[in-house]
């Protein structure tokens, strides 16, 4: 029940933050890649990077390729704030050790294998948006118009971020 609370409560906030982020709600109605585009904002909050990977007013990178499909969405979250830093929406992902959040779309399905040996130990937390990228950390989808995700443990331990439990909670499945 407590679980469901917590639930309720960040998918309020992230429809929030997307109207938000989205203009005046008359214009233009809440989209997909703006509500996944909240849920990345989220995973940062919730997620821990070592202090030397982000020191006391670092900008907080968050990377997607050019041709990413939420690439537009995510520049509307340029200059907020993830637990102190200022996000920076960088459209390229080279270096992918210079990103704090790495996110991936279907455009970028012939450049993860390369992506991941480069990742190799970093402190990078990726999202992957209905690509199933094997070894990403957090896997987006959308069901029934809303928004699900996935979170492999196996690849956040090798990121050395620490997830919040209360996003572990929510995750649609954990493995």
């Avoid at 929030?16 to 904002?41: S, Y």
């Avoid at 919730?46 to 995510?74: H, K, S, Y």
């Avoid at 390369?114 to 070894?135: F, I, N, P």
Wanted: proline share 5%; aromatic share 6%.
């Amino acid at each position: 029940m407590r679980s469901k609370r917590i639930g309720g409560a960040l998918l309020a906030v992230a429809s929030v933050l997307a109207l938000f982020t989205a203009g005046p709600v008359a214009a233009q109605p809440v989209q997909a890649n703006d509500l996944k585009a909240a849920f990345i904002f989220n995973f940062a909050v919730f997620t821990e990077w070592p202090r030397q990977v982000l020191p006391d007013g670092a900008p907080f990178n968050i990377c997607a390729g050019a041709g990413n499909a939420m690439l537009p969405a995510l520049l509307q979250l340029n200059d907020k704030a993830v637990n102190g830093h200022r996000i920076a929406v960088r459209s390229s992902v080279t270096p992918v050790r210079g990103c704090h959040v790495l996110v991936l779309d279907r455009a970028d399905h012939e450049q993860w294998p390369q992506y991941k040996r480069e990742l190799g130990g970093s402190h990078v937390l990726t999202v992957s948006d209905e690509l199933g990228a094997d070894g990403a950390v957090i896997l987006l989808s959308m069901q029934n118009q809303r928004v699900s995700f996935d979170i492999d443990l196996t690849a956040a331990r090798g990121t050395q971020l620490t997830i919040s439990s209360k996003l572990l909670r929510l995750a649609r499945s954990v493995q």
